[in-house]
Every structure is written in structure tokens, then in C-alpha cells.
């Protein structure tokens, strides 16, 4: 019998785990389906059927989640439909047992499901709130209201505690989804979105705090007092406690939405509620912070900590967000909320049992390498949240216009206070680098630290420290309070003087300097704690008495991460210069470690390491004349034992290159040392952010040689590991072949037109690989530079350089890479004549194919470059590759569209760079041009159309530096269909419209240069998203000569060509020539008496 009831049980247990498992599998697929179908977000094609959920469909489900928050009742879809949209109701539990079914407590307890529910509300309120579903919100907070005055009313019946548990749980379920629908909607950024959660808060947060935050705090806050009055900890009840805590989080995590979203308009309209609740937070928080923050662990039962941690994070949280987000409104609640915070962050670094402010040792010979993984770096949330605080209040500058925030800064931050928050932040400044706990170590996975320490992998700890936040770690979050106060005007003046008090401390900086590099040891601790900069540290940051000399190095390194840190505040600061401590104390300092470092260490290279920051932060105020050489220093600390010292050493030479811009000597005295040290520590390092920093350094060292000299054997060093780097740089190391690139730009460039045709055999494989391979798309941009670079470079056209050309094709489909491919197009063509003409035809019409006509008009410019270069030196084989590749269609399109204003033409200035192809294709061969052409409208657009939108346009051909040129082509085009001329209907139209063309032909003749030396070829200059490139630009500028030499619009005479077109009109006109003249008669005397003029 008993096997029978066990195989029964386990039978139900399967079957009910499994319906969860169905019902959890429903709720997912239908958070996919309203992501995907619940509103049109205007994606996917124009006109495309969307399969989008109807409102009948939206009605059932709004209402059937709902209710399974609230009741654990579906409704079903038949049961919808019979009852139609009056069925569509919210439902509320009920007290009495008879009329709740077992199927609605599982609903109702499903935990995993109730949460997907409360994520799939939120996602349905992103969309339909504000202006659908208004009741979504009121019901949640209804439910709350009524399930808290059932739980009153059961609480004391017999037998009551499953319905409690029961009702507590539809409470949860309530609070949880309106959790999660505020958690979305918080981030909308509509006015209306603004407004709407402003009203929601002015109407509902009195409701919640009355129904959903204020029992469980008053629970709290009894249970507080009997553990008070009992002398014991907070702990009994067990699971009930923590269930309360949870909720009171959950809870608290609503109010705290409200009150961040409408901070301003609920002090404006209900300041009493506000005051409640700010009171409210100050008094939980001062009861129940120090239980948390202070020595005993006794105070709080162990299973009940991490839940009470996690609410006054939220309340503390709660806090930093008002006071950040409404400054102003937060300022009548300053002065409490100061005290508290300031208070519990010296009562986290107070005075601790000896168990918990022991740090490692790390200057014991013996301990350098060990580890402890019980000592980690202060991550503890509170004291982030306390630092973040106060650096918000002590950097808003507003409260230094209102009187009482004023009134209350000045009286919370003393002179006294001041000088002791900064002596604690700096000392808490490089508790990273010989860590230590400053918080309880608890199972809380919010407390756990992922940092690494130097000693063990001082490679992951340069990044791990270059990338802190102050949200993460209490060390940055320090830093930020004390730039706060040096910036504040209630604090700088104490702050500023304060610490110039320490830079000025020679003797005690040489005696940190000596025990680091070993040249002092066995110096009694009294003696060092007498040199202390900062006196005795606080007990919790101390090493103890056994490693006083680690405590000497910690503060001077805190120092001088200060003084990196406020670099620009002190260059203001009367009586401080960088230049003058490093002459006096810092180069000696460091220049005595450099020469140090070369023997064993016995002791992590702290102050060498941050002494080499502090001159990348001064990088503009270093004296790199000194004595001490910056530079020399640096390249030495680049071959240092240490890599984390080498990168900072990196970092800091690039910072300082810009100094020796105008020192071609001392670059060059760098880069022979430097270049093999930065491959060897290429070679060390394993993080690809550590490799690309050496081969950036690299490259730039060989940028600015451009007055100095490198041999040939330097660069051979430099140039051959690029390729085995190249080769070697896979998977995550993909992005070094960016850096390889670069280099080998920057050498080219280096090396000149004579030289660079050397690295062909090594660059242009590695360009074509760029452009072949699709893992390589990320160095389409870098290996475009470079192509563009080397073709600037050469001097003849060379079939190895061509064949890159054909690649042009895929890359002209992205428009992203528009400008430069554009520029490398036209100068191939200019460069390589009629023999690239030849090979790439093909190539250049469909490159051409693919651009023109799609682009906006900033790239249109762009294209034209290409287009005039073709035409122009090839005028008769360029007009028909345009032709036979369908772009002088696209174009003759283009000007149609723009002639009859069909609302989707091109502004005039593309048009006038189409008109000016067109014409220089009609100049070279008068048929190739297809006219007349028939639009789509049924419009067509002929030859006398044609003409008319040239002389129209004439005005506007003018703008611009090239427009001169541009308005003698049209002048020489409208001159070409005079007679004699091939096409008869042109011929007429010309004549019909002589008085426009003839004052044209006068405009153009009086101000044109009778040499054309005024006439400017067509060019466009660097947009402000394209990187200028000045290499082989004299160069570059004689192709230009040359091509313009051969341009018909330059080499033409236009009043030559004026005097024979008219002297020959009265052969070809014969008897109509009396009568053209008599209609014409004023324009043409004028004309005449310019060609006189000019030829006179």
C-alpha cells in the first residue's frame, strides 16, 4: 500500500511539473509573438503584408495575463467569445476557500511563471501605454490594496495561514509585474511618456506606500525592536523574515521608480509624501546600516543578510538617483542624508578587528608571488553608493546659487571635514593594488571582485585598472568624490593647497623611492610611519606594523595619482608646475628606479609605474630637454622586467610624442631602441589590446619622421616581423592586421616615391586579402588608406598596383567607402592612360553603374571626379564606355526629371554636374547622346528641351570654383549646334534661341581670361568625414596639369570659335540669313563688338 501511495505521489509530482513546464513554455512563445506582432514598427519593406496580432487577439491576451497575475484565472478564448468584450474583465481574489480552485494556487505559486508573466506585461506596456490599456496600472494597485485588506482580515482566523501565504503571494505577483512595467517605461523619453508617469505617480504612489511599503517595514522595524530589546540578532521567523525582506525590496524598488521618474512634480503637489517616505528611508537606513557595516557579524542572522543588503542598496540607490536626477528639488533633504552617508562610509573604513584589516604583504620577499584569495579589492557596494553620492552633491554647481543649499553646503563641508574626507579617499585611491576587504564577505553576488592582481598576471592588471568604473569599484569611485571636492567652490580651496602641501614633501618622496628600488632596507617603522604624507592610515586600509614601508609607497602613489588626476585643476593653481617637480623631484625619482629596475625585484614597481602615468597626464607640460630625458627614460621602462610597467610606459610615450614634433633628432634617437622593444613586448603579451597599443606607438613614431633620417637596417627591423604578425593574427588578434597596415602606410610614406615600390611584394597581398576575405571587412577602410597612399606614391603605372583595381567592383556597392574609392579611381585613370583604360573598362563601368544615380549629392561630387577625369582624357572612348554601361541614360533621366519638376528630381548642383558630362560627351561625338527620350509620364523630353535646360541652368553652372569652366563648355556646347551642325533639330532650337545663347556667349567672352588662366578645374575638397592626405601631392597636381592640357574646354579658343560659327552662318543659312540677323541684331552686334574687343 505505501508503494502504491509513493508511486502515486511521484506520479503527480511528474504530471504537475510537467503543466509547468508547458505553461512556461507558452508564456516564452508568447513574449516572442508580441515582440514580433503586437504593434508595426516600420520595418521590412514598403507594401509588405504584416501579420500583425488583431485587437480581438490583443483584448484576450491583456486580460487573460492579467488575471493570472491576479487571480490565477485564464480566460479562455470560447469563453471570450460567448462573453464577448463585456467578458473582457480584470478578476480579484477572493477570501472564501470554496471558490478558489487548486488549479489557480499552482498558477498562483509558479514562481518562474508569474515572473515571464511580469516581463511579458512589460513588454505589452512598452507599447500600448499611454494611450492603450490605461487600466493596466490602477488594477495591479488595486490588487495590491484589496489582497492587503484580506490578508488583515484572515490574519487572526484559525487556520488561516495557507490563505495568508496565499494572498501574500498574489500581493508579490502584483508588485513584481508593476515592478517590471515601470522598470520599461522609465526609459521612454516622450513628452508624453514624460507626463504619463507623472500622473501615475501623483495617483498611485500614496496607495503603494500605504498598501505595499509601509507593512512590511513596520514588521521590520518590530522585529528590529524585539532583537533590540532581546540583546540578539534579527533572525527569527526564518523564511517569513526573508519573504518580507524580498517584498519590502520589490516594493521599494516601485516607489523608487516613481520617485526617480516624477521626483520634481510630487514635491511640488505632494512634498507631505515625499517627506514621508525620504523620512522613512533615513530612519531604515540609519537603523539597519550599521548592522550591516559594522564589526559584529551577530547582529543580522546569516541567512538573513544578503535579502537586508539588497534592500538597502535599493534605498541607498534610491538616494544617489534623486539627488543626481533633480539636484534642486533634492536640496531641501541634503543635510541628513550628508551626515548619514559620510558617517557610514568612515564606518566602513574605521577602526575593524584585526581579522579583517590585514592586507598582503606584498613587500615580503617570500610573498611576492602568493596568492590569497581571501583578500580582495574593496567592491563593496555601500561604500560606492556613499563616494557616489557625495561626489554628486559636492560637483553640483547649481547649489551655489540657492540659498539654503548653500547655506547647508558650506556648513557640512568644513575645512576640517574637507582635509579628513581627503585624507580617507586617497588612501582608498590604490587599495587595488595590494588589495584588502572593506566590506563582509558574505555568499552575495553582487560583493564577489573580479580583479586581477599585479602580481599575478601584471598584463591583465594594466587593463583590468585602465578599465575600472566608478560604479564597480570603490577605488574609482574615490577618485571622483576627491576631483569633486578639488572642483567645488564650497571645497577647492582647502583641497588645492592641501595636497600642494605633499608634492613639495622631497624627502619622503625619496625615502619611498629608495625602499622600492632597494636602495634603503631595514629602516625602522617609526621612521617611516614619521614620513607618512598622509599620517597614519585608517585602520582598516593599514598593512600593519609589520609593512610600514608598504604603507609609505600606497600614499605616495595615491599622490601622485591625485596630481595625475588633476592636471588641468593645478595648472591654474597659483605656485604649481609640473615642470619644475619633475626638474626637482619626479625625473630624479624615477630616473633612480629606472637604473634600479635592471637587479631582481623584491617589490612590485608601484611608484616606478605611476610616475610614468603622471607624465602622460602632464604629457604637454614635461621639459623633454631635461636632463633627466623623458624619452630616454621611457624607452628604457619599455625594455623594464615588468609588463604591466611596460605598457604604462607605452601609454605614456604616445601621450608625449606630440612634445618632439619639432625634434627630428630626438624621434629618430627613440625609434632605434624603441622599435625592438615594442616587438618583443608584442611577442610577451597575450591581450590584443596590450599588442595593437605597441603597434600603434609604432606607427606613430614613424609618422612624424618627416624632417629626420632612419637607415635602412632600422627599417628592415621595423618592417620584417609585420609580416609574420600578419600571418599569426587569427580569431581575437584579427584586428592587429589593422595596426600591420598602418605601419606600412606610415613607412611608405616615410620612404617616398622612390623607395615604397619595394614593399609591393609584402603590402598589396595584404591589401588584397583585406578586400577578398569576409572576416576581413573590418579593414576594407585601413587597406583603402593605404591602396590610396601607395598609388599616390607612384610614379608610373605598374601592372602589380592594377590589379587591385578589380576589387573595386564589391566595394562600390558600399557607399560607406564612397569618397576614397572615387579618388583612387580617378587616379588611376589619370595615371595609367590609355593602358588602365584598357584593362579596366569593364571594371570602371560597373563601378560606375553601381554609384551613379543611387548616391546623395555630397557623394554625386564625389563620382564626378571620376567621370571628368574619364571624359576629359578620353573623350571619344569615355562617352561611349558611359554610354554602354547605361549611365548616360541614367544622367539624360536625371536632367528629364529635373526639366519637368516632377517633384523627384536632383538638386540643381547635380544637375549641373550631369549637364556638364553630357555636354562633354556631345563636343566629342554629337550622336551618341539618345533624344529624344520618352518618361514614364508620357512627357518627352527632346532636343529643344534639352537645350533650354542649359541655357536655364547657365546661372547656376556658375557657382563654385570650377564654375567659370563649367559655363565656357556650355557656351561651347550651344556653339557646336550652330550650323554646320549633324543634328538639324538642335541646329533649329539654337537659332530660335539666339538672343539667350549669344548674351551667354558674351558672359562667358568677357570673363574669361583670353589665356584661361582663370578657369579652375573641377576638384572637391575634404568633407569633414574624410581624412585628408597630403602624400605625393605635388605630384598629383602635375597629373592634373597634364590632363587639364588636354581639356577641350581649356585649349579652345572661344572667340575664335564665336568668329568662325558666325562668319560661316551666312553660307548656311543663305536667304534666311538677312532675317536671322534683322531678329537677332542687337545680340549679335554685341557679340560682334566682344569678339573685337577681345581679339583687340
Same mark, same amino acid.
Given at each position: 500500500?505505501?508503494?502504491?501511495?509513493?508511486?502515486?505521489?511521484?506520479?503527480?509530482?511528474?504530471?504537475?511539473?510537467?503543466?509547468?513546464?508547458?505553461?512556461?513554455?507558452?508564456?516564452?512563445?508568447?513574449?516572442?509573438?508580441?515582440? *514580433?506582432?503586437?504593434?508595426?514598427?516600420?520595418?521590412?519593406?514598403?507594401?509588405?503584408?504584416?501579420?500583425?496580432?488583431?485587437?480581438?487577439?490583443?483584448?484576450?491576451?491583456?486580460?487573460?495575463?492579467?488575471?493570472?497575475?491576479?487571480?490565477?484565472?485564464?480566460?479562455?478564448?470560447?469563453?471570450?467569445?460567448?462573453?464577448?468584450?463585456?467578458?473582457?474583465?480584470?478578476?480579484?481574489?477572493?477570501?472564501?476557500?470554496?471558490?478558489?480552485?487548486?488549479?489557480?494556487?499552482?498558477?498562483?505559486?509558479?514562481?518562474?511563471?508569474?515572473?515571464?508573466?511580469?516581463?511579458?506585461?512589460?513588454?505589452?506596456?512598452?507599447?500600448?501605454?499611454?494611450?492603450?490599456?490605461?487600466?493596466?496600472?490602477?488594477?495591479?494597485?488595486?490588487?495590491?490594496?484589496?489582497?492587503?485588506?484580506?490578508?488583515?482580515?484572515?490574519?487572526?482566523?484559525?487556520?488561516?495561514?495557507?490563505?495568508?501565504?496565499?494572498?501574500?503571494?498574489?500581493?508579490?505577483?502584483?508588485?513584481?509585474?508593476?515592478?517590471?512595467?515601470?522598470?520599461?517605461?522609465?526609459?521612454?523619453?516622450?513628452?508624453?511618456?514624460?507626463?504619463?508617469?507623472?500622473?501615475?505617480?501623483?495617483?498611485?504612489?500614496?496607495?503603494?506606500?500605504?498598501?505595499?511599503?509601509?507593512?512590511?517595514?513596520?514588521?521590520?522595524?518590530?522585529?528590529?525592536?524585539?532583537?533590540?530589546?532581546?540583546?540578539?540578532?534579527?533572525?527569527?521567523?526564518?523564511?517569513?523574515?526573508?519573504?518580507?525582506?524580498?517584498?519590502?525590496?520589490?516594493?521599494?524598488?516601485?516607489?523608487?521608480?516613481?520617485?526617480?521618474?516624477?521626483?520634481?512634480?510630487?514635491?511640488?503637489?505632494?512634498?507631505?509624501?515625499?517627506?514621508?517616505?525620504?523620512?522613512?528611508?533615513?530612519?531604515?537606513?540609519?537603523?539597519?546600516?550599521?548592522?550591516?557595516?559594522?564589526?559584529?557579524?551577530?547582529?543580522?542572522?546569516?541567512?538573513?543578510?544578503?535579502?537586508?543588503?539588497?534592500?538597502?542598496?535599493?534605498?541607498?540607490?534610491?538616494?544617489?538617483?534623486?539627488?543626481?536626477?533633480?539636484?534642486?528639488?533634492?536640496?531641501?533633504?541634503?543635510?541628513?542624508?550628508?551626515?548619514?552617508?559620510?558617517?557610514?562610509?568612515?564606518?566602513?573604513?574605521?577602526?575593524?578587528?584585526?581579522?579583517?584589516?590585514? *592586507?598582503?604583504?606584498?613587500?615580503?620577499?617570500?610573498?611576492?608571488?602568493?596568492?590569497?584569495?581571501?583578500?580582495?579589492?574593496?567592491?563593496?557596494?555601500?561604500?560606492?553608493?556613499?563616494?557616489?553620492?557625495?561626489?554628486?552633491?559636492?560637483?553640483?554647481?547649481?547649489?551655489?546659487?540657492?540659498?539654503?543649499?548653500?547655506?547647508?553646503?558650506?556648513?557640512?563641508?568644513?575645512?576640517?571635514?574637507?582635509?579628513?574626507?581627503?585624507?580617507?579617499?586617497?588612501?582608498?585611491?590604490?587599495?587595488?593594488?595590494?588589495?584588502?576587504?572593506?566590506?563582509?564577505?558574505?555568499?552575495?553576488?553582487?560583493?564577489?571582485?573580479?580583479?586581477?592582481?599585479?602580481?599575478?598576471? $601584471?598584463?591583465?592588471?594594466?587593463?583590468?585598472?585602465?578599465?575600472?568604473?566608478?560604479?564597480?569599484?570603490?577605488?574609482?569611485?574615490?577618485?571622483?568624490?576627491?576631483?569633486?571636492?578639488?572642483?567645488?567652490?564650497?571645497?577647492?580651496?582647502?583641497?588645492?593647497?592641501?595636497?600642494?602641501?605633499?608634492?613639495?614633501?622631497?624627502?619622503?618622496?625619496?625615502?619611498?623611492?629608495?625602499?622600492?628600488?632597494?636602495?634603503?632596507?631595514?629602516?625602522?617603522?617609526?621612521?617611516?610611519?614619521?614620513?607618512?604624507?598622509?599620517?597614519?592610515?585608517?585602520?582598516?586600509?593599514?598593512?600593519?606594523?609589520?609593512?610600514?614601508?608598504?604603507?609609505?609607497?600606497?600614499?605616495?602613489?595615491?599622490?601622485?595619482?591625485?596630481?595625475?588626476?588633476?592636471?588641468?585643476?593645478?595648472?591654474?593653481?597659483?605656485?604649481?608646475?609640473?615642470?619644475?617637480?619633475?626638474?626637482?623631484?619626479?625625473?630624479?625619482?624615477?630616473?633612480?628606479?629606472?637604473?634600479?629596475?635592471?637587479?631582481? *625585484?623584491?617589490?612590485?614597481?608601484?611608484?616606478?609605474?605611476?610616475?610614468?602615468?603622471?607624465?602622460?597626464?602632464?604629457?604637454?607640460?614635461?621639459?623633454?630637454?631635461?636632463?633627466?630625458?623623458?624619452?630616454?627614460?621611457?624607452?628604457?621602462?619599455?625594455?623594464?622586467?615588468?609588463?604591466?610597467?611596460?605598457?604604462?610606459?607605452?601609454?605614456?610615450?604616445?601621450?608625449?610624442?606630440?612634445?618632439?614634433?619639432?625634434?627630428?633628432?630626438?624621434?629618430?634617437?627613440?625609434?632605434?631602441?624603441?622599435?625592438?622593444?615594442?616587438?618583443?613586448?608584442?611577442?610577451?603579451?597575450?591581450?590584443?589590446?596590450?599588442?595593437?597599443?605597441?603597434?600603434?606607438?609604432?606607427?606613430?613614431?614613424?609618422?612624424?619622421?618627416?624632417?629626420?633620417?632612419?637607415?635602412?637596417?632600422?627599417?628592415?627591423?621595423?618592417?620584417?616581423?609585420?609580416?609574420?604578425?600578419?600571418?599569426?593574427?587569427?580569431?581575437?588578434?584579427?584586428?592587429?592586421?589593422?595596426?600591420?597596415?598602418?605601419?606600412?602606410?606610415?613607412?611608405?610614406?616615410?620612404?617616398?616615391?622612390?623607395?615604397?615600390?619595394?614593399?609591393?611584394?609584402?603590402?598589396?597581398?595584404?591589401?588584397?586579402?583585406?578586400?577578398?576575405?569576409?572576416?576581413?571587412?573590418?579593414?576594407?577602410?585601413?587597406?583603402?588608406?593605404?591602396?590610396?597612399?601607395?598609388?599616390?606614391?607612384?610614379?608610373?603605372?605598374?601592372?602589380?598596383?592594377?590589379?587591385?583595381?578589380?576589387?573595386?567592383?564589391?566595394?562600390?556597392?558600399?557607399?560607406?567607402?564612397?569618397?576614397?574609392?572615387?579618388?583612387?579611381?580617378?587616379?588611376?585613370?589619370?595615371?595609367?592612360?590609355?593602358?588602365?583604360?584598357?584593362?579596366?573598362?569593364?571594371?570602371?563601368?560597373?563601378?560606375?553603374?553601381?554609384?551613379?544615380?543611387?548616391?546623395? $549629392?555630397?557623394?554625386?561630387?564625389?563620382?564626378?571626379?571620376?567621370?571628368?577625369?574619364?571624359?576629359?582624357?578620353?573623350?571619344?572612348?569615355?562617352?561611349?564606355?558611359?554610354?554602354?554601361?547605361?549611365?548616360?541614360?541614367?544622367?539624360?533621366?536625371?536632367?528629364?526629371?529635373?526639366?519637368?519638376?516632377?517633384?523627384?528630381?536632383?538638386?540643381?548642383?547635380?544637375?549641373?554636374?550631369?549637364?556638364?558630362?553630357?555636354?562633354?560627351?556631345?563636343?566629342?561625338?554629337?550622336?551618341?547622346?539618345?533624344?529624344?527620350?520618352?518618361?514614364?509620364?508620357?512627357?518627352?523630353?527632346?532636343?529643344?528641351?534639352?537645350?533650354?535646360?542649359?541655357?536655364?541652368?547657365?546661372?547656376?553652372?556658375?557657382?563654385?570654383?570650377?564654375?567659370?569652366?563649367?559655363?565656357?563648355?556650355?557656351?561651347?556646347?550651344?556653339?557646336?549646334?550652330?550650323?554646320?551642325?549633324?543634328?538639324?533639330?538642335?541646329?533649329?532650337?539654337?537659332?530660335?534661341?539666339?538672343?539667350?545663347?549669344?548674351?551667354?556667349?558674351?558672359?562667358?567672352?568677357?570673363?574669361?581670361?583670353?589665356?584661361?588662366?582663370?578657369?579652375?578645374?573641377?576638384?572637391?575638397?575634404?568633407?569633414?568625414?574624410?581624412?585628408?592626405?597630403?602624400?605625393?601631392?605635388?605630384?598629383?597636381?602635375?597629373?592634373?596639369?597634364?590632363?587639364?592640357?588636354?581639356?577641350?574646354?581649356?585649349?579652345?579658343?572661344?572667340?575664335?570659335?564665336?568668329?568662325?560659327?558666325?562668319?560661316?552662318?551666312?553660307?548656311?543659312?543663305?536667304?534666311?540669313?538677312?532675317?536671322?540677323?534683322?531678329?537677332?541684331?542687337?545680340?549679335?552686334?554685341?557679340?560682334?563688338?566682344?569678339?573685337?574687343?577681345?581679339?583687340?
Amino acid at each position: 500500500m505505501d508503494q502504491e501511495n509513493e508511486s502515486s505521489s511521484a506520479t503527480h509530482k511528474a504530471a504537475v511539473a510537467a503543466a509547468a513546464t508547458m505553461r512556461l513554455a507558452a508564456v516564452l512563445s508568447l513574449k516572442a509573438a508580441i515582440t *514580433r506582432r503586437w504593434k508595426d514598427k516600420g520595418r521590412g519593406k514598403v507594401g509588405a503584408t504584416k501579420n500583425l496580432l488583431g485587437e480581438g487577439a490583443k483584448k484576450l491576451l491583456r486580460t487573460s495575463m492579467l488575471n493570472l497575475v491576479l487571480a490565477g484565472r485564464v480566460v479562455a478564448a470560447k469563453e471570450s467569445a460567448v462573453g464577448g468584450s463585456n467578458n473582457h474583465q480584470t478578476d480579484f481574489m477572493i477570501a472564501n476557500p470554496n471558490d478558489i480552485t487548486r488549479e489557480q494556487v499552482e498558477l498562483i505559486q509558479d514562481r518562474a511563471l508569474q515572473t515571464n508573466i511580469a516581463s511579458l506585461l512589460s513588454k505589452i506596456a512598452r507599447m500600448d501605454l499611454p494611450l492603450m490599456w490605461q487600466g493596466l496600472i490602477p488594477s495591479l494597485v488595486e490588487a495590491v490594496r484589496c489582497a492587503q485588506g484580506t490578508v488583515y482580515q484572515i490574519k487572526h482566523q484559525p487556520q488561516s495561514k495557507q490563505m495568508q501565504q496565499l494572498f501574500q503571494a498574489v500581493i508579490y505577483n502584483a508588485m513584481n509585474s508593476l515592478e517590471a512595467i515601470l522598470s520599461e517605461i522609465s526609459t521612454q523619453r516622450l513628452l508624453v511618456d514624460k507626463k504619463y508617469r507623472n500622473s501615475i505617480a501623483l495617483q498611485y504612489l500614496g496607495s503603494i506606500v500605504e498598501s505595499g511599503l509601509m507593512p512590511p517595514f513596520q514588521e521590520l522595524e518590530s522585529l528590529g525592536n524585539t532583537a533590540s530589546n532581546n540583546n540578539g540578532m534579527m533572525g527569527g521567523g526564518g523564511e517569513c523574515i526573508a519573504f518580507t525582506l524580498r517584498y519590502a525590496t520589490l516594493t521599494s524598488r516601485v516607489v523608487s521608480h516613481m520617485m526617480i521618474s516624477s521626483f520634481s512634480k510630487l514635491v511640488e503637489e505632494k512634498s507631505l509624501l515625499v517627506d514621508r517616505i525620504l523620512t522613512l528611508t533615513h530612519s531604515f537606513l540609519s537603523r539597519w546600516l550599521p548592522c550591516i557595516l559594522g564589526d559584529s557579524d551577530d547582529a543580522v542572522h546569516v541567512t538573513l543578510r544578503k535579502p537586508l543588503k539588497q534592500l538597502l542598496r535599493v534605498h541607498c540607490d534610491l538616494i544617489v538617483d534623486l539627488q543626481s536626477s533633480h539636484p534642486e528639488s533634492f536640496a531641501r533633504y541634503l543635510t541628513p542624508f550628508l551626515t548619514l552617508f559620510h558617517s557610514s562610509l568612515m564606518c566602513i573604513v574605521g577602526v575593524p578587528e584585526q581579522k579583517r584589516c590585514q *592586507r598582503r604583504n606584498v613587500a615580503n620577499n617570500n610573498d611576492l608571488g602568493a596568492n590569497n584569495s581571501n583578500l580582495r579589492c574593496g567592491t563593496d557596494r555601500f561604500a560606492i553608493a556613499f563616494l557616489s553620492f557625495l561626489a554628486n552633491v559636492a560637483g553640483t554647481s547649481k547649489y551655489a546659487d540657492l540659498v539654503n543649499a548653500k547655506r547647508e553646503m558650506a556648513s557640512f563641508f568644513t575645512p576640517s571635514l574637507v582635509q579628513s574626507l581627503s585624507r580617507t579617499l586617497l588612501q582608498l585611491f590604490s587599495i587595488h593594488i595590494s588589495p584588502i576587504q572593506i566590506g563582509h564577505n558574505d555568499d552575495d553576488d553582487d560583493s564577489e571582485y573580479d580583479a586581477v592582481l599585479w602580481q599575478d598576471d $601584471p598584463e591583465a592588471f594594466y587593463h583590468w585598472e585602465m578599465n575600472r568604473s566608478s560604479e564597480e569599484d570603490v577605488g574609482c569611485a574615490a577618485q571622483n568624490l576627491f576631483l569633486a571636492l578639488a572642483e567645488s567652490s564650497f571645497s577647492g580651496d582647502v583641497v588645492l593647497p592641501w595636497l600642494m602641501g605633499f608634492v613639495t614633501n622631497v624627502v619622503s618622496q625619496r625615502l619611498a623611492v629608495e625602499l622600492e628600488g632597494g636602495i634603503s632596507f631595514g629602516i625602522d617603522p617609526q621612521i617611516i610611519y614619521s614620513a607618512l604624507p598622509l599620517g597614519a592610515p585608517c585602520a582598516k586600509l593599514s598593512s600593519g606594523a609589520e609593512n610600514a614601508s608598504m604603507d609609505l609607497l600606497l600614499q605616495w602613489d595615491a599622490i601622485y595619482t591625485a596630481a595625475g588626476l588633476m592636471g588641468s585643476i593645478l595648472e591654474n593653481y597659483t605656485g604649481y608646475s609640473f615642470q619644475t617637480w619633475f626638474r626637482v623631484s619626479v625625473g630624479d625619482c624615477l630616473s633612480m628606479l629606472l637604473r634600479q629596475s635592471k637587479q631582481q *625585484r623584491t617589490q612590485l614597481p608601484i611608484l616606478q609605474r605611476r610616475m610614468i602615468w603622471l607624465l602622460s597626464c602632464n604629457a604637454n607640460q614635461v621639459p623633454i630637454s631635461s636632463p633627466f630625458n623623458p624619452f630616454g627614460m621611457l624607452s628604457s621602462a619599455i625594455l623594464d622586467q615588468d609588463v604591466c610597467v611596460r605598457l604604462t610606459a607605452v601609454q605614456a610615450m604616445d601621450a608625449l610624442l606630440p612634445q618632439c614634433e619639432d625634434a627630428p633628432s630626438l624621434l629618430q634617437s627613440i625609434v632605434e631602441p624603441t622599435a625592438p622593444a615594442l616587438y618583443q613586448l608584442v611577442n610577451e603579451c597575450a591581450e590584443v589590446e596590450s599588442r595593437s597599443s605597441c603597434l600603434d606607438l609604432l606607427s606613430n613614431l614613424i609618422c612624424m619622421q618627416t624632417g629626420g633620417s632612419l637607415t635602412n637596417e632600422i627599417l628592415n627591423t621595423i618592417v620584417a616581423p609585420l609580416s609574420s604578425i600578419w600571418d599569426n593574427a587569427i580569431d581575437q588578434n584579427l584586428r592587429l592586421k589593422r595596426s600591420v597596415l598602418t605601419i606600412l602606410s606610415c613607412i611608405a610614406s616615410f620612404v617616398g616615391p622612390e623607395s615604397c615600390s619595394v614593399l609591393y611584394p609584402l603590402v598589396l597581398p595584404m591589401i588584397d586579402e583585406s578586400f577578398a576575405r569576409e572576416e576581413n571587412v573590418f579593414l576594407v577602410e585601413e587597406a583603402l588608406k593605404i591602396w590610396w597612399v601607395f598609388l599616390r606614391l607612384s610614379r608610373k603605372y605598374d601592372s602589380l598596383l592594377g590589379k587591385l583595381f578589380i576589387h573595386t567592383v564589391e566595394l562600390s556597392k558600399d557607399f560607406d567607402h564612397l569618397m576614397i574609392l572615387m579618388r583612387v579611381t580617378e587616379h588611376y585613370i589619370i595615371l595609367g592612360g590609355a593602358t588602365f583604360l584598357n584593362d579596366h573598362a569593364t571594371t570602371i563601368q560597373s563601378v560606375l553603374s553601381h554609384v551613379v544615380g543611387e548616391v546623395r $549629392p555630397r557623394g554625386t561630387a564625389y563620382i564626378f571626379l571620376v567621370i571628368e577625369a574619364l571624359l576629359c582624357s578620353f573623350p571619344v572612348e569615355g562617352g561611349a564606355l558611359l554610354n554602354s554601361c547605361g549611365v548616360l541614360k541614367t544622367l539624360i533621366e536625371a536632367c528629364a526629371s529635373s526639366y519637368f519638376d516632377d517633384g523627384k528630381c536632383d538638386p540643381d548642383r547635380v544637375i549641373v554636374l550631369y549637364l556638364a558630362a553630357l555636354a562633354r560627351v556631345s563636343l566629342s561625338r554629337p550622336d551618341t547622346l539618345q533624344l529624344p527620350l520618352k518618361l514614364p509620364s508620357g512627357a518627352v523630353f527632346g532636343e529643344e528641351e534639352f537645350i533650354s535646360l542649359y541655357t536655364g541652368k547657365f546661372q547656376v553652372a556658375g557657382n563654385g570654383a570650377h564654375g567659370l569652366l563649367y559655363q565656357k563648355l556650355w557656351a561651347l556646347l550651344l556653339l557646336s549646334f550652330y550650323p554646320p551642325c549633324q543634328l538639324a533639330s538642335c541646329c533649329n532650337t539654337v537659332l530660335r534661341k539666339s538672343k539667350t545663347i549669344f548674351n551667354i556667349f558674351i558672359s562667358v567672352l568677357k570673363n574669361v581670361h583670353p589665356n584661361g588662366t582663370n578657369l579652375l578645374s573641377y576638384e572637391v575638397g575634404c568633407g569633414d568625414d574624410e581624412e585628408s592626405i597630403y602624400i605625393g601631392e605635388d605630384f598629383y597636381d602635375a597629373l592634373l596639369q597634364g590632363q587639364r592640357a588636354n581639356d577641350i574646354v581649356i585649349s579652345t579658343s572661344l572667340h575664335e570659335a564665336v568668329s568662325t560659327k558666325l562668319n560661316s552662318l551666312p553660307n548656311e543659312l543663305g536667304q534666311n540669313y538677312q532675317e536671322f540677323c534683322l531678329a537677332e541684331n542687337d545680340a549679335l552686334r554685341q557679340l560682334k563688338e566682344v569678339i573685337l574687343s577681345v581679339e583687340g
